[in-house]
């Protein structure tokens, strides 16, 4: 897999504890293309690799989007990155891949829960909405932990 620089283009403070970071590629050229659920391996400067979610629209060309949740217990990662990163750094990356690809299936899917970070998961609903056809409804359970519910018609699925 090759590595790509990428330039940090934009960043923003979503809550205390989420970064976006918006990145180009350094030499200008076009990004690969990605499915909903892919990843990027960022290489840190500090000697870490740390995998973070593409949340843009993979129909739409442009930039890479992120989410970093700053772990308050984790190895420095996104420490660093919350911390350290700036508008213009240059990164190397890896990718995109997705671990976990969308394919058809006899079984439906219904997903009760999320994380603090449930506006990036949000987001891939959306791009994957596009390219299937299924609703969804959010729900407020409990304070920042959502509930999502996700209905699909017989004929279309999402398996793993």
Request: hydrophobic share 40%; glycine share 10%; with cysteine.
């Amino acid at each position: 897999m090759d590595t790509l620089e990428l330039k940090v283009v934009g960043i923003r403070d979503e809550t205390d504890r989420i970064k976006t970071l918006v990145l180009e590629r350094n030499d200008g050229l076009a990004l690969p293309g990605f499915e909903p659920g892919a990843h990027i391996d960022l290489h840190l400067p500090i000697g870490l690799v740390r995998q973070y979610s593409l949340l843009n629209d993979p129909a739409e060309p442009g930039p890479y989007v992120l989410g970093v949740l700053r772990e308050l217990q984790g190895r420095g990662g996104s420490e660093w990155v919350h911390q350290q990163i700036e508008p213009g750094m240059v990164l190397k990356a890896g990718g995109p891949r997705n671990n976990f690809p969308l394919v058809q299936a006899r079984q439906h899917l219904l997903i009760a829960g999320a994380s603090v970070s449930h506006r990036c998961f949000q987001w891939r609903l959306r791009c994957i909405a596009r390219v299937r056809i299924f609703n969804f409804t959010i729900v407020p359970a409990a304070p920042r932990t959502p509930l999502i519910l996700i209905g699909l018609p017989p004929t279309v699925g999402v398996g793993i």
